[in-house]
């Protein structure tokens, strides 16, 4: 069945409900970023691919929003589906609600699945839709009913996260929580976010691909703590030692029945932006309902010093991966066929030799010329270019390790590059100092490290139409909030000491080349003086930048320096671990 097909019937079974439009997001029943197959509605009727994305169906038009990361690739992918591509990201353009506002018929009925929308957009959308009366029917999984061979729902087992890794104890943790809960008057916590809860209680899982979470519900009381899961993924070794902590098990699909049968008298502290509509409305409605960004996020966001201690060696075994890529990527190519799907069987080989690593962190990005300039390119057999010794080649990749999780780009030289090609892989190199090398006052939020970062590229007119870096999770979700460095002037996080942070600024130039240099980096404090406490960032991602890249005439003098102080850090890092003739490579490498 094709996407005009799925669609058509999609329309039919509209009409059955009485909607005049369906709105299938890109989520799961937690709101998760990534999300396991059976979840993906939106990719089965758009034939969109892309992580992120929303698409809109009405009885006469339909349309997918999505933001700059995947223009190209959703342009690509939506030909010829009669789906219309709304960049959404761009000055202008209306969002999904604001466009039915103007092709619905006053009186209309829009419809979607309550259970994988937060109760804040849902009450944001009955907002909006009041001037032309248009009501909400969210009980109905029009999708899930058409889609014949959908996956079932997954359901691997979990396993404890040791607390040498994590640094706390689960009830340690648990005690934070429940200080907070006393703080805001509540006797329940309501918990539905999946790396909230596999940090919460120490315990990891294999539900979504390369994100090690369990798919699970929890509710915490000031002496209890109830954890609804799928019973099969739990053995009897892990249930032993999370009911000695004090975790009740419940059944996963009991979480609805709980919280109608909580009392009158209860207060129940969670976080409308990510309870999804259906549990909301589950809450027996003469409870008190505290609604409050969830704790848990930012706990988990600063990392305490045993996560930090693990992150940097687990850094370093990162690194050791990534020479040894980089020096059989440059000695074979032209020698023997590589592709961009095969540099991502290399990368994963590499990193699963380490007994700590689990998996990936992400599907790696390999895109060779004009595939780069689709910021998340994903290879097939189909479309696979073979590499020659000319151009750039992005990789941007990461591994899942029980003592972190990483998350590095790099841009590589294969041969002769344009000037264009050269200019840009500097600019991006100067955005990606300057962001490195900044200090600022303690207080200081995403959106103005991220304008910071833009200079040098802005000064050329050039721009990236993405944020310029993402916290990172510890043996969890490679995006993690609640920090972002975006231009998004909502994002009105500080940055903690002890928080993780990408540094990624890239150029992307459809249909000749992308561009990305990407760190990670803890937030670290500086100096203290009567102006008040500054801040800077510690790099602690370890791999050589490409040199074969840089114009130096576009450097100054200290990021020049900051580049080669890098590449020898690198090198001292590294040597301990590598091979007498990956030494030799990597010193003829950065020029040492």
């Known amino acids: 069945m094709d996407v005009k097909m799925r669609i058509e019937n999609l329309r039919r079974l509209m009409k059955e409900n009485k909607m005049d439009a369906y709105i299938i997001p890109t989520a799961d029943p937690h709101l998760s970023e990534y999300i396991a197959d059976h979840f993906k509605n939106r990719k089965w009727i758009s034939g969109f691919t892309g992580s992120a994305g929303t698409a809109v169906i009405t009885q006469e038009a339909a349309g997918l929003w999505t933001d700059g990361r995947y223009y190209i690739q959703a342009e690509k992918e939506l030909e010829n589906s009669g789906i219309r591509l709304f960049r959404a990201a761009d000055l202008g353009v209306p969002s999904y609600t604001e466009w039915l506002l103007t092709v619905l018929k006053e009186g209309s009925c829009v419809g979607f699945d309550g259970s994988v929308f937060a109760a804040n957009s849902v009450k944001k959308m009955e907002s909006e839709f009041k001037t032309k009366d248009i009501t909400l029917k969210m009980d109905q999984d029009l999708c899930g009913r058409l889609w ?199 990368l994963e080989k590499l990193r699963r030799q380490n007994e700590l690593c689990v998996g990936l962190s992400f599907d790696t990005i390999a895109g060779y010329k004009d595939h780069a300039a689709m910021m998340h390119f994903k290879a097939t057999p189909e479309n696979t270019y073979t590499l020659k010794n000319e151009g750039l080649l992005l990789v941007d990749s990461g591994g899942q390790y029980y003592n972190g999780t990483t998350d590095i780009t790099r841009t590589i030289v294969l041969g002769q590059l344009t000037p264009e090609e050269k200019r840009d892989y500097t600019l991006v190199l100067k955005s990606h100092i300057t962001l490195a090398t900044a200090k600022f006052l303690y207080g200081t939020t995403g959106p103005v490290l991220d304008g910071l970062a833009r200079q040098p590229i802005w000064k050329y007119g050039l721009d990236y139409k993405c944020g310029t870096g993402h916290g990172v999770g510890f043996f969890l979700n490679v995006h993690e909030g609640p920090q972002r460095l975006t231009q998004r002037p909502s994002n009105s996080i500080a940055l903690e000491e002890g928080m993780l942070m990408t540094n990624e600024p890239g150029i992307y130039t459809e249909g000749k080349h992308g561009i990305r240099t990407e760190n990670m980096m803890a937030v670290v404090k500086d100096e203290e003086t009567e102006y008040g406490q500054f801040m800077k960032f510690e790099t602690i991602t370890y791999c050589p930048i490409d040199l074969a890249g840089v114009d130096e005439t576009l450097l100054t003098e200290s990021e020049l320096k900051w580049l080669n102080e890098y590449n020898r850090m690198v090198y001292t890092k590294l040597s301990p671990y590598l091979s007498a003739e990956e030494k030799e490579w990597l010193v003829r490498e950065i020029n040492l």
């Not at 689960?170 to 929580?177: M, P, S």
């Not at 596999?198 to 000031?222: E, F, H, K, S, Y």
């Not at 600063?302 to 020479?323: A, F, P, Q």
């Open 148 to 346: 014949q061979d959908r996956p079932a729902l997954p359901a691997q087992p979990i396993f404890i996260h040791d607390v040498k890794y994590a640094g706390k104890s689960r009830v340690e943790k648990l005690n934070q929580i429940r200080a907070e809960m006393k703080i805001k008057g509540a006797n329940y916590y309501l918990l539905t976010t999946l790396d909230d809860i596999a940090w919460l209680l120490n315990i990891r899982g294999d539900d979504i691909p390369n994100n090690p979470v369990t798919i699970a519900n929890v509710a915490v009381t000031l002496d209890k703590c109830y954890l609804f899961i799928e019973d099969s993924k739990v053995s009897k070794a892990v249930k032993a030692e999370l009911m000695a902590d004090k975790i009740i098990f419940k059944d996963y699909r009991e979480t609805a029945q709980f919280l109608q049968e909580i009392e009158d008298s209860d207060s129940i502290m969670l976080d409308p932006d990510m309870t999804n509509a259906s549990l909301y409305n589950a809450i027996n409605p003469k409870a008190s309902k505290i609604e409050c960004p969830n704790p848990t996020q930012l706990l988990k966001a600063v990392k305490n010093k045993t996560e930090l201690e693990n992150l940097r060696n687990c850094e370093i075994v990162d690194g050791v991966v990534m020479v040894k890529f980089l020096k059989w990527l440059k000695s074979t190519v032209g020698k023997q066929r590589v592709t961009e799907l095969s540099v991502g069987e290399k």
